[in-house]
């Protein structure tokens, strides 16, 4: 199993093969399938003697993988999908052929430097001070749980220790479920949901009103506010602005959840949306959204790092050779300890393209959601309901109920023409486009728009 052998390297040459393959040409959407027909085509695939090669090999090309729906496919538009650059793609297999581990400088200091210079770009696109730091965390759950524990391990430092009869964070109907679920269920924290304005913004003066409504010792539990750049529903941007002054006057921590849209900083026709970023106290972005990387990887930064260490960090005698406070070990600074080298697809492709590539592939695909509302502006048979702030359209078909949009939903599939999925606003069912490929067309757009009619 463990020595380079003729039969391994035949494997390693069929599977660099099949990668050059993918990494060459648009394959299929694909489409799931049932326990029972994986079942059926597959069989046991665990077994005491295993099952060769060629076999394992066939049954991932014929019957596994074609079960796996293609993310990157240009008329992939739901959820929000992700578009890794053939740069970032092609170094992710390297990275898992180097098996580097990440967590920690004295073992992986190359490619903590490498991804550190990535976090770097980030923050400076954030305004965040040359101090601030962080990790490539798993993905945005992992980020944002990360960053508050943090928050409330900052506070009850400032409290002199001092607990409130319950902790509490502001959110709004739209923050992602994962900040909620974290919240609610890992952490034991009260949610203090905001009204959304009209797009289902938090902003400042709405949060300012709620808090002046609630008792003294709500309040007094409260020890972060969590705003949105770009929510995933509708793709709308918090007023991070005017969030920051109420987070400021109460001394609470700011959150920015930037996992879909932080991306758009790198966007000079949006950066005006996000002012106010510069004053978080934590940021995520997930690049391997609209930045161009594979899954999975969030990077997660802090304007004070030492404040994510203080929380975060595991110690225990065996660790002790890496846990030492003058090196940079990136599972300081989130829930993981263990760590794959995450964040090094998304530096690679920043190195090899640029950032200025980076601009241009973002205010792309920017472009083409903004011919994508004026098609449906344009058309009598679907209304946009909320104006795009970023690159995700919500919108509805006029006159159908939930049914008709789970119909036309499979049927696209079926015939492989798009994979659109149904979704609700204020209750009211709906669908939306995700457009972060850089390949994904306003004619794509188009087509899906009059298979509605």
Not at 75 to 90: Q, T, V
Not at 178 to 189: F, G, T
Not at 348 to 366: C, K, P, W
Not at 435 to 449: G, K, Q, R, S
Request: hydrophobic share 45%; net charge negative; with cysteine.
């Amino acid at each position: 199993m463990h020595r380079y052998t003729p039969d391994a390297e035949r494997l390693a040459r069929a599977l660099a093969d099949d990668c050059l393959d993918r990494l060459a040409r648009m394959h299929p959407l694909n489409r799931p399938a049932s326990p029972e027909r994986l079942e059926a085509a597959a069989g046991p695939t665990v077994v005491p003697h295993g099952l060769g090669a060629d076999e394992a090999l066939r049954l991932w090309a014929d019957v596994l993988g074609p079960a796996c729906l293609n993310i990157d496919h240009p008329r992939y538009l739901s959820f929000i999908p992700g578009a890794p650059s053939k740069a970032a793609a092609a170094f992710d297999m390297l990275v898992g052929a180097s098996n580097v581990y990440a967590g920690s400088w004295l073992e992986g200091s190359g490619a903590v430097y490498a991804e550190n210079q990535a976090l770097r770009w980030i923050a400076d696109l954030a305004g965040l001070p040359p101090t601030a730091g962080g990790v490539f965390a798993q993905g945005g759950t992992v980020a944002n749980l990360s960053a508050l524990v943090a928050a409330r391990e900052a506070a009850l430092e400032r409290r002199s220790s001092r607990r409130p009869p319950r902790w509490a964070v502001c959110v709004t109907e739209e923050t992602h479920s994962s900040v909620k679920h974290a919240l609610r269920v890992v952490m034991d924290v009260e949610i203090i949901e905001i009204p959304g304005d009209e797009r289902g913004r938090m902003t400042g003066s709405a949060l300012r009103q709620t808090i002046s409504e609630l008792s003294a010792s709500t309040v007094d539990g409260i020890f972060a506010a969590v705003a949105t750049a770009g929510t995933t529903n509708a793709g709308v941007v918090d007023d991070i602005e005017g969030i920051a002054d109420v987070a400021a006057e109460h001394n609470w921590w700011l959150h920015v959840d930037g996992a879909y849209g932080g991306a758009g900083l790198v966007a000079p026709s949006i950066r005006h949306l996000f002012r106010g970023v510069e004053r978080a106290d934590s940021f995520i972005v997930d690049p391997h959204k609209w930045l161009f990387a594979p899954f999975d990887s969030c990077a997660l930064l802090y304007r004070d790092p030492v404040l994510g260490r203080a929380a975060n960090a595991l110690y225990a005698g065996y660790l002790d050779p890496v846990t030492a406070e003058d090196e940079w070990n990136p599972s300081d600074f989130s829930i993981q300890l263990s760590r794959r080298a995450r964040g090094l697809p998304f530096w690679f492709s920043l190195a090899v393209h640029g950032t200025d590539a980076y601009r241009d592939a973002i205010e792309r695909t920017l472009e083409v959601a903004r011919a994508g509302a004026a098609i449906i502006r344009a058309a009598d048979h679907v209304r946009l309901i909320v104006e795009p702030d970023l690159s995700v359209l919500l919108f509805e078909r006029i006159g159908w109920t939930a049914d008709h949009y789970a119909r036309w939903s499979a049927r696209l599939l079926a015939e492989q023409v798009a994979f659109v999925t149904p979704t609700r606003h204020r209750n009211q069912p709906c669908t939306r486009f995700a457009i972060v490929n850089p390949l994904t067309t306003a004619d794509d757009l188009a087509l899906i728009i009059d298979s509605m009619r």
